[in-house]
T-cell receptor, first 111, second 118 residues
């Protein structure tokens, strides 16, 4: 079945360092979404990418959707302690009736 | 304010008991979902419903049951058949606009219920 793989599983960075998480789908996606879950909280939608090769920015966060629409990345520039949490990517399931989530990348930031 | 509510926030259950987790949304969303999350892990889909009076099993449905009698409500019952029910349970609903390149599938999550089996 359709799979969405995400790496790395964990990342510990020093405050001010950059961070990147990568997402790869076994199938071509019509769109991809990114969510952030703070420790003890629930996932919150960050952004959706739709177009091949699309790049979107939200302040220090840069999101990319691959040309083949099978991979995506989230890059955070100069991490801050407020960036800690788990970042999930998700794409529509085979029949469009559910989202298939990656396993998530846990980000820890040392101050 | 529109959103998803889950209750209770914390729930303790004795072994052998069934418990029901509440999920209510006032977003007028057709689709609703239940996920299980274990510590440090990702989201695993338990059940989902695309429309009232219809639902489908997700990846880990064994030991769980659901109902969808109203659009706003999608309760999850954790039965005694679920061997390891201690986890964080998240309910979600999906905003779906018209299909096509502009379709928008943001999923809204409730605050979650932490279930502990004593």
């Amino acid at each position: 079945g359709q799979q969405v793989m995400q790496i790395p599983q964990y990342q510990h960075v020093q405050e001010g360092e950059d961070f990147t998480t990568y997402c790869n789908s076994s199938t071509t996606l019509s769109n991809i979404q990114w969510y952030k879950q703070r420790p003890g909280g629930h996932p919150v939608f960050l952004i959706q990418l739709v177009k091949s090769g699309e790049v979107k920015k939200q302040k220090r966060l840069t999101f990319q959707f691959g040309e083949a629409k099978k991979n995506s990345s989230l890059h955070i520039t100069a991490t801050q302690t407020t960036d800690v949490g788990t970042y999930f990517c998700a794409g529509p399931g085979e029949y469009g009736n559910k989202l298939v989530f990656g396993a998530g990348t846990i980000l820890r930031v040392k101050s | 304010d529109g959103g998803i509510t889950q209750s209770p926030k914390y729930l303790f259950r004795k072994e052998g008991q069934n418990v029901t987790l509440s999920c209510e949304q006032n977003l007028n969303h057709d689709a609703m979902y239940w996920y299980r999350q274990d510590p440090g892990q990702g989201l695993r889909l338990i059940y989902y419903s695309q429309i009232v009076n219809d639902f489908q099993k997700g990846d880990i449905a064994e030991g769980y049951s659901v109902s969808r009698e109203k659009k706003e409500s999608f309760p999850l019952t954790v039965t005694s058949a679920q061997k390891n029910p201690t986890a964080f349970y998240l309910c979600a609903s999906l905003a779906r606009l018209a299909g096509g390149p502009g379709s928008y599938n943001e999923q809204f999550f409730g605050p979650g219920t932490r279930l502990t089996v004593l």
